[in-house]
């Protein structure tokens, strides 16, 4: 009986818990400094937990926007407000949900997503640029060749510092507790960021306004400035890496900030109890994932270099058998598929080797370029005629995305 009672508690709690969710807006709020007009803009699938943890991150001192969280300082906290500014409204079908389950996830991936190219829209149409916010736009900047210096607000789009999509894929993968929580490691005399795969040459010094830093304290600064933290980067990856629940997630979220027990139970509308529960529950999962990974560990220091699987790129939409591809069988769909030149002879059939040749053809962008459908068709005629047919590929697996219009592509890690 007790089983049973517990069993019902349970479900009445994941009813409530998405009833409460459903409740909350979606959609593109702003931060607005009242003694000078300026504004920072986020979206979220949440904006109640999101504002939240904004107001959190500016009170202890850890905003991702280093300007914002300086004048947040200076101004005081009085001085800020925080508001929706375009609200997304639910469809009836994303409003029909009553448990936690992988559809009512997805949702919550799709609304998220939505918020987040609203939010393109709305930098686009407000230009809360300069005196009149607090983003900055990438702007190329002239490096002179004859200088051993170069300058960290340079365009983030030049391809001689970016790693290819398979590169930060195969090297994020790799790399191991230590490094993924630094969000870097050292290669070949470079140090490489494992979000973006952008790297910093070892003997290069690098300014950051009057301050001279060494490769690796730039690479730092690079993830502070682009990313905000490696706990943000891991936390906010979809669902299949991080094996958490949406509340899971939120919970960590509020855990990293410092709020205790108390604090948690009324950001996210649950009982402090309950909060207890998962803390226990998460450092449970903390045990069993530290013993698979020295499992997992231990098996690939025996196996063969050609047996191991292929690294999968961190935009898959979905997991299956089809990654199951070891090097082997990368190698060979390569030298079968791929003239000597380079060019695709015809697009594989086969899941398994169609997801080998995509994987290569992305590869030919440049990581935090944005383009235009023109030249995301150029470049795959280099190597394919088909451009039609591997552009939509290209984006139902996850290898580039586009905005809602679908004028500008980039690629998706």
């Not at 919550?108 to 809360?128: D, F, H, M, S, Y």
């Given at each position: 009986?007790?089983?049973?009672?517990?069993?019902?508690?349970?479900?009445?709690?994941?009813?409530?818990?998405?009833?409460?969710?459903?409740?909350?807006?979606?959609?593109?709020?702003?931060?607005?400094?009242?003694?000078?007009?300026?504004?920072?803009?986020?979206?979220?699938?949440?904006?109640?937990?999101?504002?939240?943890?904004?107001?959190?991150?500016?009170?202890?001192?850890?905003?991702?926007?280093?300007?914002?969280?300086?004048?947040?300082?200076?101004?005081?906290?009085?001085?800020?407000?925080?508001e929706?500014?375009?609200?997304?409204?639910?469809?009836?079908?994303e409003?029909?949900?009553?448990?936690?389950?992988?559809?009512?996830?997805?949702?919550?991936?799709?609304?998220?997503?939505?918020?987040?190219?609203?939010?393109?829209?709305?930098?686009?149409?407000?230009?809360?640029?300069?005196?009149?916010?607090?983003?900055?736009?990438?702007?190329?900047?002239?490096?002179?060749?004859?200088?051993?210096?170069?300058?960290m607000?340079?365009?983030?789009?030049?391809?001689?510092?970016?790693?290819?999509?398979?590169?930060?894929?195969?090297?994020?993968?790799?790399?191991?507790?230590?490094?993924?929580?630094?969000g870097?490691?050292?290669?070949?005399?470079?140090?490489?960021?494992?979000?973006?795969?952008?790297?910093f040459?070892?003997?290069?010094?690098?300014?950051?306004?009057?301050?001279?830093?060494?490769a690796?304290?730039?690479?730092?600064?690079?993830?502070?400035?682009?990313?905000?933290?490696?706990?943000?980067?891991?936390?906010?990856?979809?669902?299949?890496?991080?094996?958490?629940?949406?509340?899971?997630?939120?919970?960590?979220?509020?855990?990293?900030?410092?709020?205790?027990?108390?604090?948690?139970?009324?950001?996210?509308?649950?009982?402090?109890?309950?909060?207890?529960n998962?803390?226990?529950?998460?450092?449970?999962?903390?045990?069993?994932?530290?013993?698979?990974l020295?499992?997992?560990?231990?098996v690939?220091?025996?196996?063969?270099?050609?047996?191991?699987?292929?690294p999968i790129h961190?935009?898959?939409?979905?997991?299956?058998?089809?990654?199951?591809?070891?090097?082997?069988?990368?190698?060979?769909?390569?030298?079968?598929?791929?003239?000597?030149?380079?060019?695709?002879?015809?697009?594989p059939?086969?899941?398994?080797?169609?997801?080998?040749?995509?994987?290569?053809?992305?590869?030919?962008?440049?990581?935090?370029?944005?383009?235009?459908?023109?030249?995301?068709?150029?470049?795959?005629?280099?190597?394919?005629?088909?451009?039609?047919?591997?552009?939509?590929?290209?984006?139902?697996?996850?290898?580039?995305?586009?905005?809602?219009?679908?004028?500008?592509?980039?690629?998706?890690?």
């Amino acid at each position: 009986m007790d089983k049973i009672n517990k069993k019902a508690r349970k479900e009445e709690a994941a009813r409530a818990y998405v009833k409460n969710i459903l409740e909350r807006p979606v959609g593109v709020y702003a931060i607005k400094n009242m003694e000078n007009g300026k504004i920072f803009i986020d979206s979220s699938n949440d904006i109640l937990s999101k504002t939240n943890s904004a107001k959190m991150q500016l009170r202890s001192g850890s905003h991702m926007n280093k300007e914002l969280q300086r004048e947040y300082k200076e101004f005081g906290e009085d001085k800020f407000t925080f508001e929706i500014i375009e609200e997304i409204k639910r469809t009836k079908e994303e409003k029909n949900y009553f448990e936690i389950n992988d559809d009512f996830l997805n949702a919550q991936i799709e609304l998220q997503k939505r918020a987040k190219n609203l939010e393109e829209e709305l930098l686009e149409k407000l230009q809360p640029y300069g005196d009149r916010g607090y983003h900055k736009k990438k702007v190329r900047k002239t490096v002179k060749e004859e200088t051993h210096v170069e300058t960290m607000e340079e365009d983030i789009n030049q391809d001689e510092n970016f790693y290819s999509i398979k590169d930060v894929s195969e090297l994020f993968w790799k790399a191991s507790t230590n490094e993924l929580k630094d969000g870097y490691v050292k290669r070949d005399g470079k140090y490489i960021c494992l979000v973006c795969g952008k790297f910093f040459h070892e003997d290069v010094i690098y300014p950051k306004g009057n301050v001279f830093y060494n490769a690796k304290k730039a690479t730092k600064e690079h993830i502070k400035d682009a990313h905000n933290s490696m706990f943000h980067v891991l936390i906010n990856m979809d669902k299949k890496y991080t094996g958490l629940s949406e509340i899971q997630s939120k919970l960590l979220e509020d855990f990293y900030m410092g709020s205790d027990d108390e604090e948690v139970s009324k950001n996210e509308g649950i009982a402090k109890s309950t909060v207890r529960n998962h803390r226990f529950r998460l450092k449970e999962k903390q045990k069993q994932a530290k013993v698979l990974l020295t499992i997992m560990n231990m098996v690939e220091e025996r196996q063969k270099e050609e047996e191991i699987i292929m690294p999968i790129h961190k935009g898959a939409k979905m997991l299956d058998e089809r990654y199951a591809i070891t090097k082997e069988h990368e190698s060979q769909v390569l030298g079968k598929f791929l003239n000597k030149d380079g060019t695709l002879k015809v697009l594989p059939r086969k899941e398994k080797d169609k997801i080998v040749i995509l994987f290569h053809m992305a590869s030919q962008f440049k990581c935090n370029t944005k383009y235009n459908e023109m030249e995301v068709n150029n470049i795959i005629k280099c190597v394919y005629d088909d451009y039609v047919t591997v552009r939509r590929y290209l984006i139902e697996y996850g290898f580039l995305q586009r905005n809602n219009k679908g004028s500008i592509y980039w690629v998706n890690i």
